[in-house]
């Protein structure tokens, strides 16, 4: 069974940065595409950024040019370096595999980010 871990949020001030970390275990990590997801209060889960195994990335247009997605297929982790925190970022953020228009394995407990003044 695949297992992900993240880490990293915390309570920032609009303006600030946060860098997120997954850990993905139990999976040949490096042939997966990897993003990130974020859940608002009251509001589904979307996916916010993805990076291929060949290391192409994509993002949603609200957090284009603001959130970098990366990946190290060594330490089979997945990270998201947000700069230019809104108060609209506040979510619970995962991490997973898009899969079937989805998430291909069950999630992790997430990792809370508030950015709040």
């Known amino acids: 069974q695949v297992q992900l871990v993240e880490s990293g949020g915390g309570l920032v001030q609009p303006g600030g940065s946060l860098r997120l970390s997954c850990v993905v275990s139990g999976s040949i990590f490096r042939i997966y595409t990897m993003g990130w997801y974020r859940q608002a209060p009251g509001k589904q889960r979307d996916l916010v950024a993805a990076?291929?195994?060949?290391?192409?990335?994509n993002y949603v247009d609200s957090v284009k040019g603001r959130f970098t997605i990366s990946r190290d297929n060594a330490k089979k982790t997945v990270s998201l370096q947000m700069n230019s925190l809104k108060p609209e970022d506040t979510a619970v953020y995962y991490c997973n595999s898009p899969a079937g228009g989805s998430h291909l394995w069950n999630w992790g407990q997430g990792t809370q980010v508030t950015v709040s003044s």
């Open positions: 990076i291929t195994s060949g290391e192409s990335t």
